[in-house]
């Protein structure tokens, strides 16, 4: 990720036309990228987000997936699950240069994926563009190139092999993956920007609301809380020359309230709480419990996220610790979270009935 220059920050924002709420903060410090403008999020069109997050071009078209995938599984009995994964940014200019990133590779929730897969669930992967992905997750760190090799003996010539040992326990995997894709129990569907977020999480609690009680919500993005309205967002970039930034930004309406009121009131959700401090964590959980009312929150710390996890839920308080000998072998803590999880679920349908 790139750190923007010094003379970014001397830029300035067009403030707040409108006298509303809104948290004014200059940014000094935080997670910056550059990337290029996104042609998906066009028109502004009001679906109950209000009209302050452009929507999708393909939404509907993603939403008609979603609910064939749902009533397809369902029919058969298959529960499914929606896992959200990566970080959601925020533009600061629609036609975008500069954005607002929020901190999350995906590997909570594309790990965690396999795990639903390897328990019976058919899974929508909703995730941020290019964060990791499941099964693929795996290589990440390996060059594509260097784990191939081209034949050049006379009968083979021409011909790709690939180098096992750059690709530890490939078979296995690739096994495991194209059963699933060969099922077609994973359906990927990907966001980059905050409002695309918004909107597919929305398109895709409708779309599983058909199947009741066999919908799972498995919350893990770090979705930003802060964003710039599309009216006040500057067309272009925006001139350092212009002097030093400083960016008014709104909060963003947390999902989780018309999520498990509204769009799909008989699902089994579970959000994620993410801080840095500990000691704030889980009263910070419990009163996210207490404020949406859902099922079940996963609370963890930045630093210790991989090891150790705290799973509440009105009646029940679990802590999920990996031990030294299990981080040796490379346990991971999202099977311990997933089979708490479906556990916690297979209950929660039984009292449905
Ligand atoms: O991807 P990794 O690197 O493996 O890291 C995993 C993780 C740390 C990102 C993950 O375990 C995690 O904690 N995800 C949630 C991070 C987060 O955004 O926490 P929060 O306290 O800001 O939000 C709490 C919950 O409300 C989340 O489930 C979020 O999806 C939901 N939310 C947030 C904002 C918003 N406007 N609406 C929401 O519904």
Same mark, same amino acid.
């Given at each position: 990720l790139a750190v923007p220059s010094p003379? %970014? %920050?001397?830029s300035q924002l067009p403030l707040s036309p409108r006298n509303e709420p809104q948290l004014s903060v200059f940014v000094v410090a935080s997670r910056f990228t550059m990337a290029h403008s996104d042609p998906s999020a066009s028109k502004v069109v009001d679906i109950?987000? #209000? *009209? *302050?997050f452009a929507v999708p071009s393909h939404v509907e078209e993603v939403k008609k997936l979603m609910a064939e995938f749902a009533e397809r599984h369902g029919s058969a009995g298959r529960r499914v699950v929606l896992i959200t994964s990566g970080g959601t940014k925020v533009p600061l200019e629609s036609r975008t240069v500069r954005f607002l990133d929020n901190f999350s590779s995906g590997r909570r929730g594309a790990s965690s994926a396999e795990y639903f897969l390897d328990s019976g669930y058919a899974v929508i992967f909703l995730h941020r563009h290019r964060s990791l992905y499941p099964y693929t997750r795996l290589y990440t760190g390996v060059n594509l190139l260097d784990s191939l090799r081209l034949e050049t003996s006379k *009968? /083979? &010539?021409g011909q790709v092999l690939v180098d096992q040992n750059a690709l530890p326990n490939i078979a296995n995997i690739l096994k495991r993956y194209q059963a699933v894709k060969v099922a077609g129990l994973l359906l990927p569907v990907e966001f980059n920007t905050l409002s695309e977020y918004l909107h597919l999480l929305k398109a895709a609690a409708q779309a599983l609301s058909s199947i009741g009680s066999k919908a799972m919500f498995y919350l893990a993005a770090a979705v930003s809380d802060f964003y710039i309205p599309a009216y006040e967002m500057p067309e272009h970039k925006i001139q350092s020359s212009n002097g030093p930034l400083q960016i008014s930004m709104k909060m963003v309406p947390k999902m989780l309230s018309p999520l498990v009121k /509204?769009? &799909? =009131?008989?699902a089994f959700v579970t959000s994620f709480k993410l801080e840095? /401090? =500990? #000691?704030?964590l889980l009263e910070r959980a419990r009163r996210a419990l207490e404020t949406y009312n859902h099922q079940a929150v996963v609370a963890n710390v930045l630093d210790t996220r991989r090891g150790y996890v705290v799973v509440v839920t009105k009646d029940t308080q679990q802590e999920l610790v990996l031990t030294d000998e299990e981080v040796q072998k490379e346990v991971e803590i999202e099977d311990r979270i997933v089979s708490n999880l479906t556990a916690a679920h297979s209950q929660f349908m039984s009292q449905q009935i």
């Open positions: 003379s %970014f %920050f001397r109950g987000l #209000s *009209e *302050e *009968e /083979d &010539a /509204d769009w &799909a =009131p008989k840095t /401090d =500990p #000691s704030i």
